[in-house]
Each structure stands twice: as structure tokens, then as C-alpha cells.
């Protein structure tokens, strides 16, 4: 089993809508949690932590649900430029160390 | 935010040569590095965490010999694909972080490099 999992997609979303999906990690003893964007070809970039609470930024909303091991994001009003793949990145609990999903590729459409 | 770079964002090599891929923090000092490789569709593997002033930790399968790396300031580290072959084609990311051992600490990931080896 992977330590993160995310449904691949692609989500197809029209412009303006709202999308939402999970990822699923493996190691209860994970500490952070983390949602990052990538676009095509290019490195990922810090979209943002995710708190047991619960953290909203802007259009975007992260939940953590720590009994059942999976954080959500939420995007609403999307925008074309929202087109990207979002990755879910759990830290491993030791150094900093970082363990990425694969992403979910979420395309806006006018 | 900080900001990473990386040199060279693109390379080409032949079979069997070696290649330097550079990772420099511009405006921090970063006490931790961290080597990433992705291939396409996949996730970024992390493959090597490099501390300045000693060995780079690597993670398991990942072999030392053919990707050296070196962390010998607190603004530069450089990972060598030794021997380099079509296998390596991948997309190599750096990361920097200002806290060494801090879990919760932001990283700060360089532009990558795009390696294809023929």
C-alpha cells in the first residue's frame, strides 16, 4: 500500500464550479500535512498546511480527519487557472522528510 | 518567499557520462537539502536528504555510488548522476530547508532539472 494516495483523475470542472477530492495516507504517527500545486513540467509549490481544525485560504478549503487518515481540499469558484495537479504530501515525522502522492489532476473549463 | 535554484534546468547526455546538477538557496541559509526525482505521472520519490558538513542520508534502493552528493556550504549542494544511463531520464528537484530537523518546516523547492540520458 502506498503511504499517499490520491485519485489520479483528471477532474474536469467548469469554470466557476466547485471540486473537491481526498487523499488517504498510511502512517498514523504523520504530524504534517500539506497540499501542494504542480503545474506541467515544473516544480511543486506550497498551496497550504492543512490544520486539524481545519484551514480555509481564499477560495480553498483543506479539512484533516485524523481517525480515518485522510485530508480533503476543497476549490470553489474555480478558475482556469486553477488547472493543475495537487498533491497531498504528508511529512514522515523525522528530519522534514516529505511523502508525496502522485496527484490529482484537476482541469477547469470555460 | 525563498527562493531555490537549479542548474541546469535542462540536460542532454550520452550513455555512460556523468552529470552535475546544481542546487543553490539565493537568499537563506539552508542547514538541510533534499533530492527528489520524479518520473512522468509518478510522484516525486524523495531520494537523498543532505545535511551541510556531512554525508547525504539516502533513502533505501537508492544507490550512493551512482548519485553522489555534495552539501559542502550552507547555500550550495550538488548532486552527480555518475555513469549516467537511459534508465536516470528524470526530473530532478532539490529542496531547501532553514531548519535542520525540524519537522513542520517549510521547503523550498528549486525549478528541477529535466535529465535524459540517450
Known amino acids: 500500500r502506498k503511504e499517499v494516495e490520491q485519485d489520479p483523475g483528471p477532474f474536469n470542472v467548469p469554470e466557476g464550479a466547485t471540486v473537491a477530492f481526498n487523499c488517504t495516507y498510511s502512517?498514523?504517527?504523520?504530524?504534517?500535512f500539506f497540499w501542494y500545486r504542480q503545474d506541467c513540467r515544473k516544480e511543486p509549490k506550497l498551496l497550504m498546511s492543512?490544520?486539524?481544525s481545519g484551514n480555509e485560504d481564499g477560495r480553498f478549503t483543506a479539512q484533516l480527519n485524523r481517525a480515518s487518515q485522510y485530508i480533503s481540499l476543497l476549490i470553489r469558484d474555480s478558475k482556469l487557472s486553477d488547472s493543475a495537479t495537487y498533491l497531498c504530501?504528508?511529512?514522515?515525522?523525522?528530519?522534514?522528510?516529505?511523502?508525496f502522492g502522485a496527484g490529482t489532476q484537476v482541469v477547469v473549463t470555460p | 518567499g525563498a527562493v531555490v535554484s537549479q542548474h541546469p534546468s535542462r540536460v542532454i547526455c550520452k550513455s555512460g557520462t556523468s552529470v552535475k546538477i546544481e542546487c543553490r538557496s539565493l537568499?537563506?541559509?539552508?542547514?538541510?537539502m533534499f533530492w527528489y526525482r520524479q518520473f512522468p505521472k509518478q510522484s516525486l520519490m524523495l531520494m537523498a536528504t543532505?545535511?551541510?558538513?556531512?554525508?547525504?542520508?539516502?533513502e533505501q534502493g537508492v544507490e550512493k555510488d551512482k548519485f553522489l552528493i555534495n552539501h559542502a556550504s550552507l547555500t550550495l549542494s550538488t548532486l552527480t548522476v555518475t555513469s549516467a544511463h537511459p534508465e536516470d531520464s528524470s526530473f530532478y528537484i532539490c529542496?531547501?530547508?532553514?531548519?535542520?530537523?525540524?519537522?513542520?518546516?517549510?521547503?523550498?523547492f528549486g525549478p528541477g532539472t529535466r535529465l535524459t540520458v540517450l
Open positions: 543532505s545535511n551541510e558538513g556531512s554525508k547525504a542520508t539516502y
Open positions: 502512517n498514523s504517527a504523520s504530524q504534517s
Open positions: 504530501v504528508v511529512n514522515r515525522g523525522s528530519w522534514g522528510k516529505l511523502q
Open positions: 492543512v490544520y486539524s
Open positions: 529542496s531547501a530547508s532553514a531548519m535542520a530537523g525540524v519537522a513542520n518546516n517549510e521547503q523550498f
Open positions: 537568499d537563506f541559509q539552508a542547514t538541510t
